[in-house]
């Protein structure tokens, strides 16, 4: 069984940076796609970022050149570097692991932007 514990969330100025972090524990984490969806009050859970095994990445158009998605996979952690962030990117922020039909998610972790 895969468990994911995200951290790292908080309130941020506009314009600011955050980092989260995922931290995972299970057998074949290193085959795993892991990831980063968003949901934000009264919308649906939008992918904002995954990498593949392989470390390729993926990313929401609405992010692309401001987060940065990374993982280590000696210590079972994936990343996602938030930089400029905007009031829109408020939201409940949950990691995913997905091999083939097995997909586990996080508790989720609630970043704010506001001034």
């Known amino acids: 069984q895969v468990q994911l514990v995200e951290s790292g969330g ?9 980092t989260l972090s995922c931290a995972a524990s299970g057998s074949l984490l ?3 796609t892991m990831g980063w969806y968003r949901q934000a009050p009264g919308k649906l859970r939008e992918l904002v970022a995954n ?6 990445t993926n990313y929401a158009d609405s992010v692309k050149g401001r987060f940065t998605i990374s993982r280590d996979n000696s210590n079972n952690t994936v990343y996602l570097q938030m930089n400029s962030l905007k009031p829109e990117d408020t939201a409940v922020y949950y990691c995913y692991a997905q091999l083939g039909t097995r997909l586990h998610w996080g508790q989720g972790t609630q970043v704010t932007v506001s001034s």
């Not at 908080?10 to 955050?18: E, H, I, K, R, W």
């Not at 990498?51 to 390729?56: H, K, L, N, R, Y």
């Open 10 to 18: 908080g309130l941020v100025q506009p314009g600011g940076s955050l």
């Open 30 to 32: 290193r085959l795993y």
């Open 51 to 56: 990498i593949v095994s392989g470390g390729s």
